[in-house]
């Protein structure tokens, strides 16, 4: 085996380069490459890769599950927005009840008179 003589550097554009091309890598790998090197993804508005690849079994279990989530996280923001029943005649809420670590030290000043 010949030893090398000098040195050569590395740089980010031949890294990007690099990682475009092969496809062995696993995500870990690429990034820690990426972060060591200084070399940011290829485009910022290229189509994230996807997750079930080939499988389309997979792909159609992740679909219903992403439709699940979707579904449960519009209910709870629904749910957040409009509330069931307007209360006109209810009075203002404190402002401090927003905030517990508040009312923990008005009770203990309260206590102490």
Same mark, same amino acid.
């Given at each position: 085996?010949?030893?090398?003589?000098?040195?050569?550097?590395?740089?980010?554009?031949?890294?990007?380069?690099?990682?475009?091309?092969?496809?062995?890598?696993?995500?870990?790998?690429? $990034?820690?490459? #990426?972060? *060591?090197? /200084? +070399?940011? &993804?290829?485009?910022?508005?290229?189509?994230?890769?996807?997750? !079930?690849?080939?499988?389309?079994?997979?792909?159609?279990?992740?679909?219903?599950?992403?439709?699940?989530?979707? $579904?449960?996280? #519009?209910? *709870?923001? /629904? +749910?957040? &927005?409009?509330?069931?029943?307007?209360?006109?005649?209810?009075? !203002?809420?404190?402002?401090?009840?927003?905030?517990?670590?508040?009312?923990?030290?008005?009770?203990?000043?309260? $206590?102490?008179?």
């Amino acid at each position: 085996m010949e030893r090398k003589v000098g040195s050569s550097t590395v740089t980010a554009k031949e890294v990007k380069a690099a990682l475009e091309k092969t496809r062995t890598l696993a995500a870990e790998e690429e $990034k820690v490459l #990426r972060m *060591r090197h /200084g +070399a940011g &993804a290829s485009s910022t508005r290229a189509p994230l890769p996807r997750a !079930a690849g080939d499988n389309e079994e997979l792909a159609d279990e992740l679909l219903v599950i992403e439709m699940q989530l979707l $579904k449960a996280m #519009r209910a *709870r923001a /629904g +749910a957040k &927005a409009a509330p069931a029943t307007p209360k006109a005649a209810a009075p !203002a809420p404190r402002e401090s009840a927003a905030n517990p670590t508040k009312d923990k030290i008005v009770r203990a000043l309260r $206590k102490k008179k």
